[in-house]
T-cell receptor
């Protein structure tokens, strides 16, 4: 089945530094990837939709200059949290869509726990 | 504006009994619905989905029912097992412009299911 690999699984960084999170589709090509954020005991909130070869589409209220998304190939999308602050600490999850799958292929990565100190 | 709502934060059932998880939505454009199971610090795992052209879809112990007029769907797990204990999210999507592909997922808040031995 479709597998999405997300790295790192957890990262601790100092306030003011940048952190890059990678999301890879291992056995299929993903023209579209989604980035979510989940706060404790809350729902998954969509941050942005990433399309291969074009600019990401950000949801309302998400700072595109702070959360940089790159989708340079059909199997890799990256999310860079720039100048991270403690309020950016959260659980980030990516999802890649495989159009060839029956359930329209929303497969999720294992998530990244970001802690900014 | 919570377009997908899971009004029960938690549900506790006895092993072997039926678990019924409910979900309501407000956006009439939604026409594809999915249920995910999620453990802490992990990405969601796909369980079952249903298209708006159906009112029931069954896969093993999992059955999803859709009532379009009420904008309500439910997930039935029979029989419930202790290993089913997790957070369950319902999600909804709509066909993108052009009608050839489904777009982003909108998630409910999740319901914590606990199955007691």
């Amino acid at each position: 089945g479709a597998v999405v690999s997300q790295h790192p699984s957890r990262v601790i960084c100092k306030s003011g530094t940048s952190v890059k999170i990678e999301c890879r589709s291992l056995d299929f090509q993903a023209t579209t990837m989604f980035w979510y954020r989940q706060f404790p005991k809350q729902s998954l909130m969509l941050m942005a939709t990433s399309n291969e070869g074009s600019k990401a589409t950000y949801e309302q209220g998400v700072e595109k200059d702070k959360f940089l998304i790159n989708h340079a190939s059909l199997t890799l999308s990256t999310l860079t949290v720039t100048s991270a602050h403690p309020e950016d600490s959260s659980f980030y999850i990516c999802s890649a869509r495989d159009h060839g799958r029956v359930n329209y292929g929303y497969t999720f990565g294992s998530g990244t726990r970001l802690t900014v100190v | 504006d919570q377009q997908v709502k899971q009004n029960s934060p938690s549900l506790s059932v006895q092993e072997g009994r039926i678990s019924i998880l409910n979900c309501d939505y407000t956006n009439s454009m939604f026409d594809y619905f999915l249920w995910y199971k999620k453990y802490p610090a992990e990405g969601p795992t796909f369980l079952i989905s249903i298209s708006s052209i159906k009112d029931k879809n069954e896969d093993g112990r999992f059955t999803v029912f859709l009532n379009k007029s009420a904008k309500h769907l439910s997930l039935h797990i029979v029989p419930s097992q202790p290993g089913d204990s997790a957070v369950y999210f319902c999600a909804a999507s709509a066909l993108e412009a052009g009608g050839t592909s489904y777009g982003k997922l909108t998630f409910g808040q999740g319901t914590i299911l606990t199955v007691h031995p």
